[in-house]
C-alpha cells in the first residue's frame, strides 16, 4: 500500500467527501495551460488502442477496433497504433501488435499500422522482423514500429534477457532488426554451441523500417531516440507538458548534436472523445473510473475513489482530447506548440462500442485539412 493510500485510509467518510469536493474544484478551475504564441504546424491525427480487456467482450472489441480502422482509413487518419500487453486486464486484448496489424492491414488501404510498442526485450530480434515483414506485405508497406524496454518485472517471464537489463537489451534489439530488415545477415548462438548466421524472411515492402523509442516521460530516454536517430511515441500520464515541452527539446537538441537530417518525429497519445453531449461528463465518469482503476491495479494502488475522481478531473480539465470540439482544437494547438508532430487519440477506454464508433465522427472534423509531413514516406497505393 502506498502513503497516500495509507493516509487515505484514516480519513473519515466525511472527510473523504470535503476531499473529493476539494480536488474536483481544484481541477474544474486549475489554471489551463498558456495557448500558443501564433500560428503552429498543424499535427497528425491517428488512432491508438489500448483497452480495459473486461470492459468489452472481447470478440465485440476486436469488431469495433476493425470498424473504427476502416473508419480511419476511410476519413484520412494517419495511422493506427496497437500495444503489447501480458498478463493484465490494462491492455490485455492486444499481447501481439502484429496480429491485431495483419487483420486491420488487409481492410484498410492508406492507415499506416504501428506497435505501439513491442516490449523489445520479451523477444528475439528475428521474429520481431519477421512477423513485421510480413504485415508490411500485407498493408504492401505501411508499418512503423515503436519500441519499449518493458516495464511490468511479470512480462519478463517471456523474456531471453534479465529484467535489469532491459534498457540496454532494448537499443540493442532495435538495432538488429533494423540490419535484418535491409536483409543483413547476423549471426545467433545456435543450440549445438556453433553460431548461426541468418537472414530474416520474408524481404519487406519498405527498404528501411520506422522506428520510434516509448518514452514514457525520463528525459533520458528521449536524449537517447535522438542521439540514435529514432522517433519519439509517449504519451502525458508521466509527465506534464510543460515537461513534455522540456523533453521534445532535449529530443531534438540530441537529434541535431548527433547530426541527423531533419529534425526527428514526435508521437503523444491522449485519451479522445469529443463530443457537445451536455452530459457527457457523466458519460465518461464510469468508463474513465474503471479505466484508472485498471492502471492502478498493475500497480498494486487500490481502488480509492477519491482518487480515481480526481484523476478523472484531471484528464477532463487537461490536455485530453475529452470535451467539446473547441477544447479539442484548443489542446491539439497546445501540442503542436510542445512539439508533437502527431497525436494518437486512444478511444478505447470503456465506453460502449457503438459510443465508441458514433464518436470518431466529430474526432475527424479535427483533422487538417493539408495532411502534415510524416516521418516515414507515403508508399501506399
Given at each position: 500500500?502506498?502513503?497516500?493510500?495509507?493516509?487515505l485510509?484514516q480519513l473519515?467518510?466525511e472527510?473523504r467527501?470535503a476531499?473529493r469536493l476539494?480536488?474536483?474544484e481544484?481541477?474544474?478551475?486549475?489554471p489551463?495551460?498558456?495557448?500558443p504564441p501564433g500560428?503552429v504546424p498543424?499535427?497528425r491525427l491517428s488512432l491508438?488502442f489500448?483497452?480495459?480487456a473486461?470492459?468489452?467482450?472481447?470478440p465485440?472489441?476486436y469488431?469495433?477496433?476493425?470498424?473504427?480502422?476502416?473508419f480511419?482509413d476511410?476519413?484520412?487518419f494517419?495511422?493506427?497504433?496497437f500495444?503489447?500487453?501480458?498478463?493484465?486486464?490494462f491492455?490485455g486484448?492486444?499481447?501481439?501488435?502484429?496480429?491485431v496489424?495483419?487483420?486491420v492491414?488487409?481492410r484498410?488501404?492508406?492507415l499506416r499500422?504501428?506497435?505501439?510498442?513491442?516490449a523489445a526485450?520479451l523477444?528475439?530480434?528475428?521474429r520481431?522482423?519477421?512477423?513485421w515483414?510480413?504485415?508490411?506485405?500485407?498493408?504492401r508497406?505501411?508499418?512503423?514500429?515503436s519500441?519499449a524496454?518493458?516495464?511490468?518485472?511479470d512480462?519478463f517471464?517471456l523474456?531471453?534477457?534479465?529484467?535489469?537489463?532491459r534498457?540496454?537489451t532494448l537499443?540493442?534489439?532495435v538495432?538488429?532488426?533494423r540490419r535484418?530488415?535491409t536483409?543483413?545477415r547476423?549471426t545467433f548462438?545456435g543450440?549445438?554451441?556453433?553460431p548461426?548466421?541468418?537472414?530474416a524472411?520474408?524481404r519487406?515492402?519498405q527498404p528501411?523500417?520506422?522506428?520510434?523509442?516509448?518514452?514514457a516521460?525520463n528525459p533520458?530516454?528521449f536524449?537517447a531516440?535522438?542521439?540514435?536517430?529514432?522517433g519519439v511515441?509517449?504519451?502525458?500520464?508521466?509527465q506534464?507538458?510543460?515537461?513534455?515541452?522540456d523533453n521534445v527539446?532535449?529530443?531534438r537538441?540530441?537529434?541535431?548534436?548527433?547530426?541527423h537530417p531533419g529534425r526527428?518525429?514526435?508521437?503523444?497519445?491522449?485519451?479522445?472523445?469529443?463530443?457537445?453531449?451536455?452530459?457527457?461528463?457523466a458519460?465518461l465518469?464510469?468508463?474513465?473510473?474503471?479505466?484508472?482503476?485498471?492502471?492502478?491495479?498493475?500497480t498494486?494502488?487500490g481502488?480509492?475513489r477519491?482518487?480515481l475522481?480526481a484523476a478523472?478531473?484531471d484528464y477532463?480539465?487537461?490536455p485530453?482530447?475529452?470535451?467539446t470540439?473547441?477544447?479539442?482544437?484548443?489542446?491539439?494547438?497546445?501540442?503542436?506548440?510542445a512539439?508533437a508532430?502527431?497525436?494518437g487519440?486512444?478511444?478505447?477506454?470503456g465506453l460502449?462500442?457503438q459510443?465508441?464508433?458514433?464518436?470518431l465522427?466529430?474526432l475527424?472534423?479535427?483533422?487538417p485539412a493539408?495532411?502534415?509531413?510524416s516521418?516515414?514516406?507515403?508508399r501506399?497505393?
Amino acid at each position: 500500500m502506498s502513503g497516500i493510500d495509507e493516509r487515505l485510509g484514516q480519513l473519515t467518510p466525511e472527510q473523504r467527501e470535503a476531499l473529493r469536493l476539494r480536488l474536483r474544484e481544484r481541477a474544474r478551475h486549475a489554471p489551463d495551460v498558456p495557448g500558443p504564441p501564433g500560428e503552429v504546424p498543424p499535427v497528425r491525427l491517428s488512432l491508438y488502442f489500448f483497452p480495459q480487456a473486461r470492459a468489452l467482450a472481447v470478440p465485440d472489441y476486436y469488431a469495433m477496433m476493425l470498424r473504427a480502422c476502416e473508419f480511419a482509413d476511410e476519413r484520412g487518419f494517419h495511422a493506427a497504433w496497437f500495444p503489447e500487453r501480458h498478463f493484465v486486464d490494462f491492455g490485455g486484448s492486444h499481447p501481439n501488435p502484429s496480429v491485431v496489424a495483419s487483420a486491420v492491414a488487409v481492410r484498410t488501404r492508406r492507415l499506416r499500422l504501428r506497435a505501439g510498442s513491442v516490449a523489445a526485450p520479451l523477444h528475439h530480434p528475428v521474429r520481431i522482423a519477421e512477423e513485421w515483414a510480413v504485415v508490411d506485405n500485407l498493408s504492401r508497406g505501411r508499418v512503423g514500429v515503436s519500441f519499449a524496454s518493458g516495464w511490468h518485472p511479470d512480462d519478463f517471464v517471456l523474456a531471453q534477457e534479465p529484467y535489469d537489463e532491459r534498457k540496454k537489451t532494448l537499443m540493442r534489439t532495435v538495432e538488429q532488426v533494423r540490419r535484418l530488415w535491409t536483409g543483413e545477415r547476423l549471426t545467433f548462438p545456435g543450440t549445438t554451441g556453433a553460431p548461426s548466421q541468418v537472414v530474416a524472411q520474408p524481404r519487406p515492402v519498405q527498404p528501411e523500417l520506422p522506428v520510434w523509442i516509448t518514452a514514457a516521460g525520463n528525459p533520458e530516454t528521449f536524449q537517447a531516440a535522438g542521439t540514435a536517430g529514432y522517433g519519439v511515441m509517449t504519451a502525458l500520464l508521466g509527465q506534464t507538458l510543460r515537461q513534455l515541452r522540456d523533453n521534445v527539446a532535449r529530443y531534438r537538441a540530441a537529434w541535431q548534436d548527433a547530426g541527423h537530417p531533419g529534425r526527428g518525429d514526435v508521437v503523444v497519445m491522449t485519451h479522445a472523445h469529443v463530443s457537445d453531449e451536455q452530459d457527457l461528463e457523466a458519460k465518461l465518469r464510469p468508463a474513465l473510473h474503471t479505466y484508472l482503476s485498471s492502471y492502478r491495479a498493475q500497480t498494486g494502488g487500490g481502488d480509492e475513489r477519491v482518487l480515481l475522481e480526481a484523476a478523472f478531473q484531471d484528464y477532463l480539465a487537461g490536455p485530453s482530447l475529452l470535451g467539446t470540439p473547441a477544447k479539442a482544437a484548443a489542446v491539439l494547438a497546445r501540442l503542436a506548440e510542445a512539439g508533437a508532430d502527431e497525436v494518437g487519440c486512444l478511444i478505447d477506454f470503456g465506453l460502449p462500442a457503438q459510443d465508441v464508433l458514433d464518436g470518431l465522427p466529430a474526432l475527424a472534423a479535427l483533422l487538417p485539412a493539408v495532411r502534415p509531413a510524416s516521418a516515414d514516406s507515403d508508399r501506399s497505393q
